[in-house]
């Protein structure tokens, strides 16, 4: 079996086609790189063959390069793995480069075949960097393709010529949008950007390309870089221009990044050094800089985590083996920021939608919510007046209980309060069948406990999104003591109709997002008690990754509810509560009325609009800057094992049941230092024995909060790794 073919029709055109079987995308291998190269070959030694189309047998293009490969490559490396990856990377850069002169006389750039790509839709990835190579790319008009270079989000940068051949053909400042921040555009966007050459009529993709390789001139195939003379638009890094272009990506690389992506700045080295010589060696330059960061555990970390274990996660890795359950009609019990974010993510992926409330404003309130939202995408360009009379036709909005008949899913997202919830519960299961499955979207409050006043326990299950439900990718699915298979079926069922990501945890105090970012919050206002700069606290997170600082995100969760847990967890914990000196802050900030951004008054000071103005001065008046204050890696270390001994500690407690839930779960659920792969790759990344050291450290100076779980004790002893002893869905125990 084939992933590349070649058909050479009448007028001297081969076509080579990509189609990997069993695949609904095309993706590269090693192997499809080699069919590549030797159909390549054949049409460039045959006399008969004028010019050459690469196109694909499917919809789209191609999805990339098998990550999983890339993943693998540096353990398949050899024993000088880094010469190993260089000759790997420098083998695939052959390949493309090859196709770019297309046979032509290397001292007179004449007599080469023209090549042309054919792109039917999405081309993200190696699925651009082999277009990028060829003549001319020709790609259907497909609005809904996604033309780009993604290979940012995960850690690496493009590394099959893609990062020099998009900086000297657009200039460094026009492709920093697309190398720096992964930006994908539709055909004619991607036109527009001067990345693809044609948008043609789907159904004139092909016959399009071929003309153009049959008329094509020596002119026409030579790239402006192989031509005498080329200057790289925008400026070279020595001239005028350049030098600003470049001084002015380096802040920016920087301010987004905090210097904590190596990818990022490693892509910049490429382009910066590859702008100063001839271009055969600035794919040099860049294999060496893409070798180095595939050698960085950052770099696997984020593959692993962001890309294999998320889309295992996302394809159902931990489902039970029950039949398609598969959501048509759901019913939504409240009609408040929650209950309409669920209602808009559900009527979108074609669901369904009964939207209770107490009132019928409320409940129009929230179907509303799901309109304006709407709108916005006709505003931008991203749906039409069609689509959104088909959405909003799916949402049922009343008050009336006995709408929910015929409901296979039902999410409660009520007050967080037992009683009314208990209350919900009793009224949805008088009106729906008995095989409706019931989730409650609780962040806090014990499923087990909720379920009891359900008549089925066993169709009792948590889903917990995060706010705002359609901006957020994770969706948390909590198991109670007595919630049976199906349910968590048709939990990830839905999870996955909504396109989003889901984790699966065993019942607990917080589950397991809220329980690992509460130590985060409570770690950074200790600090402020104790007299340690509230910048230096905010700064040092941002720092090492954090999107926002533990007292910014006090701010944006809102002060109030912080005092509502804690009181409540106070309550519930009696003596072993170990929060009072957060409480002291805490309730404080309340009593002085400072309730967060929504008020405009918090650790933060805002103006009358709402925008953050900068820490507030009342801060230092109450709690004084100490004389001497903690080095950054200290307060770095304190934020950051707060949260990840807390998910040593959920994975021992059984909460976790799979690490790359927890990791997964971490980035995209509180954002937890992206560039690490989780808490379990940070630990990793450090080792458990200098983790366990590092934990005794913190307890001798802070607190017992910081004692080393017995787990990772056990793996520092042993020299073990998480992913060695727990990876890929083996037993967490």
């Not at 026009?174 to 159904?203: Q, R």
């Not at 050698?295 to 039970?320: D, Q, V, Y």
């Not at 808009?344 to 929230?366: H, N, W």
């Not at 959920?650 to 509180?670: H, K, N, Q």
């Amino acid at each position: 079996m084939t992933d590349f073919t070649m058909a050479i029709d009448a007028d001297g055109v081969a076509v080579i086609t990509w189609d990997v079987q069993g695949k609904s995308m095309n993706v590269m291998s090693l192997e499809g790189f080699a069919e590549l190269d030797a159909l390549v070959d054949q049409a460039l030694a045959d006399d008969a063959v004028k010019g050459i189309v690469i196109t694909s047998g499917k919809d789209t293009f191609a999805g990339g390069m098998d990550l999983n490969i890339i993943a693998k490559m540096k353990d398949s490396a050899g024993d000088n793995p880094a010469k190993g990856l260089f000759d790997g990377v420098m083998n695939m850069h052959g390949i493309l480069r090859k196709i770019e002169r297309a046979g032509m006389d290397p001292k007179t750039n004449k007599g080469g075949k023209p090549i042309a790509a054919a792109l039917p839709g999405t081309a993200l990835g190696i699925g651009l960097e082999i277009p990028l190579s060829t003549h001319r790319i020709f790609a259907a008009d497909n609005p809904k393709a996604k033309i780009g270079l993604p290979e940012i989000m995960v850690g690496i940068f493009p590394g099959a010529g893609g990062t020099t051949r998009l900086s000297r053909k657009l200039g460094a400042m026009a492709a920093s949008p697309l190398l720096l921040e992964g930006k994908l555009n539709d055909p004619k966007k991607a036109k527009a950007a001067g990345v693809v050459d044609e948008v043609v009529p789907a159904d004139e993709l092909l016959s399009a390309a071929k003309e153009w390789v049959l008329n094509a001139k020596d002119a026409d195939i030579l790239k402006p870089w192989d031509a005498k003379g080329y200057k790289m638009p925008g400026g070279a890094p020595y001239h005028p221009a350049g030098f600003m272009t470049f001084v002015g990506a380096s802040a920016m690389v920087n301010g987004k990044t905090q210097g904590v992506y190596p990818a990022a700045k490693a892509l910049l080295s490429a382009v910066y050094e590859g702008a100063l010589v001839p271009f055969d060696q600035a794919l040099k330059i860049e294999a060496r800089w893409f070798t180095n960061v595939l050698l960085n555990p950052s770099s696997s970390a984020m593959i692993r985590s962001l890309f294999i274990n998320k889309e295992a996660l996302e394809k159902g890795a931990n489902r039970p083996a029950v039949d398609d359950q598969t959501v048509k009609k759901v019913g939504v019990i409240g009609a408040g920021m929650m209950g309409a974010g669920i209602t808009l993510v559900s009527a979108q992926a074609g669901m369904e939608v009964v939207l209770i409330d107490a009132s019928q404003e409320a409940a129009d309130r929230g179907k509303a919510y799901t309109e304006a939202h709407l709108d916005k995408g006709i505003a931008r360009k991203k749906t039409t007046p069609e689509k959104k009379d088909q959405v909003l036709g799916l949402i049922n909005a009343t008050t009336d209980y006995n709408a929910l008949a015929g409901c296979d899913l039902i999410i409660e997202a009520v007050f967080e309060d037992v009683s009314v919830k208990a209350d919900v519960t009793a009224k949805v299961e008088a009106v729906v069948g008995p095989d409706c499955i019931f989730a409650t979207n609780t962040s806090t409050l014990p499923i087990s406990q909720l379920a009891k006043a359900s008549k089925n326990a066993e169709q009792f299950i948590g889903i917990h999104f995060f706010s705002p439900v359609e901006k957020m990718m994770l969706v948390e699915i909590i198991k109670g003591k007595e919630t049976g298979d199906r349910a968590v079926a048709k939990a990830l069922d839905y999870v996955r109709q909504i396109r989003k990501t889901p984790i699966v945890v065993n019942d607990e105090r917080f589950f397991y997002a809220n329980r690992c970012i509460i130590p985060y919050i409570n770690e950074g206002i200790r600090m402020v008690r104790e007299g340690v700069e509230p910048a230096l606290i905010e700064n040092a997170a941002k720092l090492v990754g954090m999107p926002l600082g533990p007292l910014q995100l006090t701010d944006e969760t809102s002060i109030d509810l912080g005092v509502k847990i804690a009181k409540a967890t106070k309550a519930a914990m009696g003596d072993a509560y170990p929060n009072d000196a957060v409480d002291e802050v805490l309730f404080w900030m309340a009593d002085e009325g400072r309730m967060g951004r929504k008020a405009a008054a918090g650790f933060y000071a805002y103006d009358e609009k709402g925008k953050r103005q900068g820490l507030w001065d009342g801060l230092a008046a109450k709690y004084p800057a100490a004389d001497e204050q903690p080095d950054l890696t200290t307060v770095q270390h304190r934020l950051l094992f707060a949260q990840v001994l807390e998910a040593v500690r959920a994975l021992e407690e059984g909460v976790l049941e799979d690490i790359r839930e927890g990791d997964v779960g971490a980035i995209l659920g509180w954002g937890f230092a992206p560039w690490s792969g989780g808490p379990f790759s940070w630990l990793d990344i450090m080792g458990a024995p200098y983790a366990a050291e590092r934990c005794d450290q913190l307890t001798q100076a802070y607190g017992d909060r910081f004692a080393c779980p017995p787990l990772l004790r056990e793996m520092a002893d042993k020299g073990q790794s998480f992913y060695g002893r727990f990876g890929a869905g083996k037993a967490a125990a």
